[in-house]
């Protein structure tokens, strides 16, 4: 018996209502990802549809791509495979035409939800007596009522579905080329993406997916494929002393039609005027291309000092950077933006993050960090409750700090409802709150939704692929801190979780050249022993040779007090781990707060003494 399956237009038919989808229309390069696989097999070439041609063809990158080295095809892949389960779970449950990636591989498969019934033959021509033509033509007509019904109420949602009008700011050229004037055309262009951002209606792409265009704009068909937009915003600052010169206009992807244009010649300190302007004619103009409701959004703080401003720029290019290292110098930034304008919002919320990051990656004392990042927080929201990256920064701050987990939550309520765009706000909720009480639910929600968002952000990232070990996924974990890697191959800490990722995924040797690799570049800095290391990688002896070491190291503070603990645990010489565990949440040390979630205590838990030491931490003990 042949196979019944789906038609080309079927399938192209199933393909417009997946990508049409609200869950997919805010995916990013999801949809236009899915689009390409199916066109590619529907044209008879999936020979195409492998990982290295993948890489090149969609992915762009060039012809020294590896994917052994670089795993954005898997990651993408995974994330497709995810998002097409929630489809057919939800808005597509009644789809008869299905889509589907197979795992470990590239072509996608098309099938019935349930195949047809065959045809039954029937008697040609067969004389109907007038009752029962009668009582057909009743049941015809309420066949056809019904599909009418199923019909209007399909597509009633997909026109809810419909997504919503997409738009890009391209980083705007720095005319005349002077290195100086970079971070202010940066600026900018940041400034005009979160004014845009806030008009309803509309979806504005991430900074940093288009940050990557700086002097080098896409092609239409490479904004609507790669960034998933309808329009285009580009344009261009001259800056010579106090005087500006700013183009800009509004480019319909589909035909590269200009839907709007303008150019200003005011002085620096009118800089604030040409955003708003810029932003309300593009609000304007998309009201009557699109119909997107809306303003371009509530008005915003500007600065008492213009110097203030160049200085919060800066700080903001730094931070932007996507480096550890980048946001130690935006705090600086940040706090010399302050010293001449001390009420100034947005540099008080962009401090509390930058602060906040420098804690985290021990840039700066985690204490002194977090005190910081919360002052400047307290004062942002007391000047502007709408700052949504403020209220996430002080949340952060609750949880990690005070172990006030009740009002952290309150404060990353706040900051989502302030700004339900803000992958900063839901990644700080996720790492901050949900990881820590194991609501892995909750925190995977979070996290598709914040790299929906924003795909690139290094700490969104880097907790992403915490988040995937605490899950008991190592083997996606991998692939995402290898995603990491590319996007900052420098910071040691990185490579030592890589390491301790490959060996929970039984990679050993792997994990040995990571952890390797992770203390060369710590160099004079790397004090600790390597026990935990030795023991993941399967060497169990030379672990319980370096225990003293270890006990040695955090007794006298050039070690935490967890990572005794967390050896001893793998050790099973409990006892002695929650000693440690027990100093750990005395010295208050931040890694306490991962008493109940990290994998490296498990075996603790639902032990009384466990049990009470994740009370004092605030959190509720785990059913063993």
Not at 72 to 85: C, D, H, I, Q, S
Not at 273 to 295: C, F, K, P, V, Y
Not at 391 to 399: D, E, P, R, T
């Amino acid at each position: 018996m042949t196979e019944h399956r789906p038609t080309a237009d079927e399938v192209r038919a199933a393909l417009e209502s997946v990508v049409s989808s609200e869950g997919f229309a805010t995916a990013g390069r999801l949809p236009h990802f899915l689009r390409h696989l199916v066109e590619t097999a529907l044209a008879g070439q999936s020979d195409r549809l492998k990982e290295s041609v993948l890489g090149i063809e969609f992915f762009g990158r060039d012809a020294s791509f590896d994917p052994r080295i670089d795993s954005v095809v898997r990651v993408e892949a995974r994330r497709l495979r995810a998002r097409l389960e929630e489809y057919y779970n939800g808005p597509g449950r009644d789809d008869q035409v299905r889509i589907s990636l197979p795992k470990g591989g590239y072509i996608p498969e098309f099938s019935y939800a349930s195949a047809p019934a065959p045809a039954q033959p029937q008697p040609l021509l067969t004389p109907m007596p007038r009752g029962w033509r009668l009582a057909g033509i009743l049941v015809l007509l309420a066949a056809i009522g019904i599909s009418l019904g199923w019909w209007q109420a399909r597509s009633m949602r997909r026109l809810r579905e419909a997504p919503v009008a997409t738009i890009a700011v391209l980083p705007f050229e720095n005319v005349g080329g002077d290195p100086e004037n970079e971070y202010f055309s940066d600026g900018l262009t940041e400034e005009i993406i979160n004014r845009l951002a806030r008009t309803p209606g509309l979806r504005v792409v991430a900074r940093s997916l288009v940050a990557e265009y700086r002097g080098k704009p896409p092609s239409l068909d490479e904004a609507a494929l790669k960034l998933n937009a309808s329009m285009l915003v580009e344009g261009s600052v001259r800056r010579q002393g106090q005087r500006l010169r700013v183009t800009a206009r509004l480019v319909a992807v589909r035909d590269g039609a200009t839907l709007w244009a303008e150019s200003y010649e005011r002085t620096a300190a009118d800089v604030f005027a040409i955003q708003d302007e810029i932003a309300r004619s593009i609000a304007a103009s998309l009201r009557i291309q699109t119909g997107a409701a809306g303003t371009a959004g509530r008005a915003v703080q500007r600065p008492a000092s213009l110097e203030a401003y160049h200085l919060y720029l800066r700080g903001r290019q730094q931070a932007n950077m996507n480096t550890a290292e980048s946001m130690l110098r935006a705090v600086r930034y940040f706090e010399d933006s302050l010293q001449l304008d001390p009420g100034y919002a947005p540099a008080l919320a962009s401090l509390s993050v930058a602060a906040t990051m420098a804690g985290y990656y021990g840039l700066m004392p985690p204490a002194e960090a977090w005190t910081r990042a919360r002052q400047a927080a307290q004062r942002a929201v007391a000047i502007d409750p709408l700052l949504a990256d403020a209220h996430a920064a002080l949340g952060l701050s609750l949880a990690w700090q005070d172990w006030n987990w009740t009002a952290a939550e309150a404060a990353f309520r706040k900051a989502i409802d302030a700004d339900p765009h803000s992958a900063t706000a839901r990644g700080f909720y996720a790492v901050g709150v949900l990881l820590p009480e194991l609501r892995l639910k909750e925190a995977q929600s979070e996290y598709r939704t914040a790299l929906d968002l924003d795909p690139l952000p290094l700490f969104l990232n880097y907790t992403y692929a915490f988040f995937l070990l605490i899950d008991g996924r190592p083997a996606d974990a991998v692939s995402q801190y290898e995603r990491v890697l590319e996007l900052e191959g420098l910071h040691p800490d990185v490579y030592w979780d890589y390491g301790m990722a490959l060996a929970y995924a039984g990679r050993r040797d792997e994990a040995r050249r990571a952890f390797q690799t992770s203390r060369q570049r710590r160099g004079a800095k790397d004090l600790n022993p390597h026990g935990l290391e030795a023991l993941l990688c399967g060497d169990v002896e030379t672990a319980r040779r370096q225990a003293p070491e270890v006990e040695a190291a955090a007794a006298a503070g050039r070690a935490d007090a967890m990572d005794a603990a967390r050896l001893f645990a793998a050790l099973g010489d409990r006892n002695r781990a929650l000693d440690w565990l027990e100093r750990a949440v005395e010295r208050r040390e931040p890694e306490a707060v991962w008493i109940k979630a990290d994998p490296r205590l498990a075996s603790l838990r639902g032990l009384p003494r466990h049990d009470a030491l994740v009370r004092r931490v605030g959190l509720t003990p785990s059913r063993r």
